[in-house]
T-cell receptor, first 120, second 113 residues
Framework: GAVVSQHPSWVICKSGTSVKIECRSL??????MFWYRQFPKQSLMLMAT?????????EQGVEKDKFLINHASLTLSTLTVTSAHPEDSSFYIC?????FGPGKSTDTQYFGPGTRLTVL | AQSVSQHNHHVILSEAASLELGCNYS??????LFWYVQYPGQHLQLLLK??????LVKGIKGFEAEFIKSKFSFNLRKPSVQWSDTAEYFC???????????FGKGTRLHILP
């Protein structure tokens, strides 16, 4: 099946620094990728939809200037947490939508393994 | 607003017991429906999905789910669970006019050996 990777898998940073998380679709092209945030024992909350070659669409309440998303190619989207603070500590998960594979249906999203961010 | 409700936050069963996890959604239009599973320390995996056709959908590892449109429900079932089914299960809905997938809060399933 389709594989999505994330890098790094975990990161610890100091308050005030910026952290970049990469999401790659390894064996398919993804025009659309999604970024989620998962708090402990809670569900995934969609943060933004990342479209290749255009600006990301952010969900209500998500700060665009704090969570910068870039989707520069069909296989890579990046999420940069700028000026991170302890409350940004969370598990960040990306997914990629595979529309063009053989026998694929629309709206099948494949999830990455997640990145655990800890801000000290 | 669109939402997905999973009735049980934590379920504990013995091996060989039957399982049913409830899921209801609130959206009036046409939807695609999913169940995802997250095993301990692993990432989300698709268990099964419903787009159209037969409302009884069979997925991997013996799971199935039934879409009942009149009840806005998509309950997950398995006739006989195994210890290896211990995981967190998420119901998710994608309104067809939208790109987004909306997740329920998840049900943590613990199977006793």
């Amino acid at each position: 099946g389709a594989v999505v990777s994330q890098h790094p898998s975990w990161v610890i940073c100091k308050s005030g620094t910026s952290v970049k998380i990469e999401c790659r679709s390894l064996d398919f092209q993804a025009t659309t990728m999604f970024w989620y945030r998962q708090f402990p024992k809670q569900s995934l909350m969609l943060m933004a939809t990342s479209n290749e070659g255009s600006k990301a669409t952010y969900e209500q309440g998500v700060e665009k200037d704090k969570f910068l998303i870039n989707h520069a190619s069909l296989t890579l989207s990046t999420l940069t947490v700028t000026s991170a603070h302890p409350e940004d500590s969370s598990f960040y998960i990306c997914s990629a939508r595979d529309l063009f594979g053989p026998g694929k249906s629309t709206d099948t999203q494949y999830f990455g393994p997640g990145t655990r961010l800890t801000v000290l | 607003a669109q939402s997905v409700s999973q009735h049980n936050h934590h379920v504990i069963l013995s091996e060989a017991a039957s399982l049913e996890l409830g899921c209801n959604y609130s959206y009036g239009g046409t939807v695609n429906l999913f169940w995802y599973v997250q095993y301990p320390g692993q990432h989300l995996q698709l268990l099964l999905k419903y787009f159209s056709g037969d409302p009884l959908v069979k997925g991997i590892k013996g799971f199935e789910a039934e879409f009942i449109k009149s009840k806005f429900s998509f309950n997950l079932r398995k006739p006989s669970v195994q210890w290896s089914d211990t995981a967190e299960y998420f119901c998710a809905v994608n309104p067809r006019r939208d790109d987004k997938i909306i997740f329920g809060k998840g049900t943590r399933l613990h199977i006793l050996p």
